[in-house]
T-cell receptor
């Protein structure tokens, strides 16, 4: 069975600080997909990124960056120069098949950016 | 972009009553929709896959007679919690896939907070 662990339940940082959200996953499969979703106060989940298990290249998208390390089974998410609009719950998730919506989610990290 | 609308956003009901939650895809047709449940401080758990025109597929441990799913059209799936009890209190969220295979094509509703008294 798959498991996703987000050990940080809540994080608060002052605006403009950098913050890293941790995600550790468990799976016996060699092919899998990792995701990050953002859940703002309005409730809906917003897709941020998908990464497959064969691509360990780190990715940067604006202020967002992701560090995928298979050696430690981690897929961490960093927000640089945080902004108040970044306040949300962030979920890490794992799926075994491309296009398979059976996502295994972590428990989420509530991020609060203090103005 | 594509949007999924979920209604109601919050419902409070008495124990023993049934509650219906709607999930609509607003600008695309969704042959498949998904229902998740999230208990406080726990992860989202997939409950069932709703297939237009056929029976839903339930995950292990989810009572199909308790959580009735109807996907009567390409834009609407409903989840009915029958004879709700306090232990059914949870956050329910749906998602729908727009045409295409990528996960970025999976859109989520804003969720329904169910409180059973």
């Amino acid at each position: 069975a798959q498991k996703v662990t987000q050990a940080q339940t809540e994080i608060s940082v002052v605006e403009k600080e950098d913050v890293t959200l941790d995600c550790v996953y468990e799976t016996r499969d060699t092919t899998y997909y990792l995701f990050w979703y953002k859940q703002p106060p309005s409730g809906e989940l917003v897709f941020l990124i998908r990464r497959n298990s064969f691509d360990e290249q780190n990715e940067i998208s604006g202020r967002y960056s992701w560090n995928f390390q298979k050696s430690t089974s981690s897929f961490n998410f960093t927000i640089t120069a945080s902004q108040v609009v970044d306040s949300a719950v962030y979920f890490c998730a794992l799926s075994l098949r491309f296009g398979n919506e059976k996502l295994t989610f972590g428990t989420g990290t509530r991020l609060t950016i203090i103005p | 972009g594509a949007v999924v609308s979920q209604h109601p956003s919050r419902v409070i009901c008495k124990s023993g009553t049934s509650v219906k939650i709607e999930c609509r895809s607003l600008d695309f047709q969704a042959t498949t929709m998904f229902w998740y449940r999230q208990f406080p401080k726990q992860s989202l758990m997939l409950m069932a896959t709703s297939n237009e025109g056929s029976k839903a597929t339930y995950e292990q441990g989810v009572e199909k007679d308790k959580f009735l799913i109807n996907h009567a059209s390409l834009t609407l799936s409903t989840l009915t919690v029958t004879s709700a009890h306090p232990e059914d209190s949870s956050f329910y969220i749906c998602s729908a896939r727009s045409p295409g295979q990528g996960h970025e094509k999976l859109f989520f509703g804003s969720g329904t907070q169910l409180s059973v008294l």
